[in-house]
């Protein structure tokens, strides 16, 4: 099971129990061969659900400041009021408040989608489609002792499973159209690369998390191989905060051409603090200024009040 697999791995201190260590001291993991067991090739340390909660605390912060804010300029209006005016600020507070408590919530079930768990090689379905089952003695070479870059391109075929905080995606990556640029531009499908340029719709940093072959790592996330598969359904385990809406599962292709809601190009942990500060830094200044409003409101109330009170007593 992959619990076994996964409690196999850490008590061998994160190595592959077919692992072995090159020349220059860094460990080298052997990919998984047909019959054997799938390879962990990178999990993540990272606690998206304590970063998710924070995040969400800081939301509602944002939204009780925010409301009160509002409340404050409603006061400072008081019997000037009219009702359109009350009705925009109502509005307002709504439409803020649905933006911090529904709407972002929305945006941290993406980042979460895009934010991966685990990795894992899984050994191919058939002997003739892995490097060792070849009868080409340059490629078997290669998969053996090449580097990690030739040990993936003697490859014809990868089956990945790829777990993020919400989905579970099974892709297969084979080799592109090459050499002919008519072919290549034909080739509409998805390098495994450019999956994982942008951080999104896979989030894997290479030098991160738990891993036991850092260069084969490094390799894959730089793939020019192809999807030509893919399996996505949505995690059985997965925390109530990320479950996501009906209609999703989308396929990486889509992921990859969908608008992101906040910017995409640094770890999706990074724009959940993002999401949390601007909640919180909105919330502060539409209090302030809200607050502002109304004391600025009340001063001048009291000098109308000390001038009135000195012009009645100035009159005989």
């Known amino acids: 099971s992959l619990g076994a697999l996964q ?16 020349p220059t001291g860094q460990a080298r993991a052997a990919l998984p061969v047909h019959g054997g067991s799938p390879l962990c090739l990178y999990e993540n340390d990272d606690d998206l659900v304590a970063k998710f909660r924070e995040v969400t605390q800081r939301c509602r912060l944002g939204a009780i400041l925010s409301s009160t804010g509002f409340a404050c300029v409603a006061a400072g209006l008081g019997s000037q009021a009219t009702p359109v005016a009350l009705a925009v600020l109502l509005a307002g507070a709504a439409s803020h408040g649905y933006a911090l408590l529904v709407r972002t ?23 003739g489609k892995s490097a060792e089952g070849k009868s080409d003695a340059k490629a078997a070479k290669l998969a053996a002792h090449g580097s990690a870059e030739q040990r993936l391109e003697a490859e ?21 159209a090459r050499f002919s640029s008519a ?35 490094a390799a ?17 385990d997965a925390e109530p905060e990320f479950h996501l809406p009906p209609g999703q599962p989308a396929s990486v292709h889509e992921d990859l051409k969908a608008p992101s809601p906040v910017p995409v190009e640094e770890a999706p942990i990074k724009s959940l603090n ?43």
């Open 105 to 127: 919530k929305q945006t941290m079930r993406q980042l979460a989608k895009w934010h991966v768990d685990r990795v894992l090689i899984l050994p191919p379905d058939d002997p």
């Open 183 to 217: 072919l290549v531009e034909e080739d509409k499908r998805v390098a495994f690369a450019e999956l994982c340029q942008k951080s999104r719709p896979f989030f894997i940093d290479p030098q991160g998390g738990q891993c036991p072959d850092r260069a084969l790592l």
């Open 274 to 316: 993002f999401v949390g500060l601007r909640a919180l830094v909105g919330g502060v200044v539409l209090c302030a200024g809200g607050g502002f409003f109304l004391s600025g409101k009340m001063m001048k109330n009291q000098e109308r009040l000390a001038a009135r009170q000195s012009a009645q007593g100035d009159s005989p």
């Open 156 to 176: 014809p075929e990868l089956r990945l499973e790829i777990r993020t905080a919400n989905l579970v995606r099974r892709i297969t990556l084979t080799q592109g």
């Open 220 to 236: 894959l996330v730089k793939s020019p191989k192809v999807v030509s598969e893919e399996q996505t359904e949505l995690r059985e």
């Open 7 to 22: 409690a196999r791995w850490v008590a061998t201190g994160g190595a592959s129990p077919t692992s072995e260590t090159t």
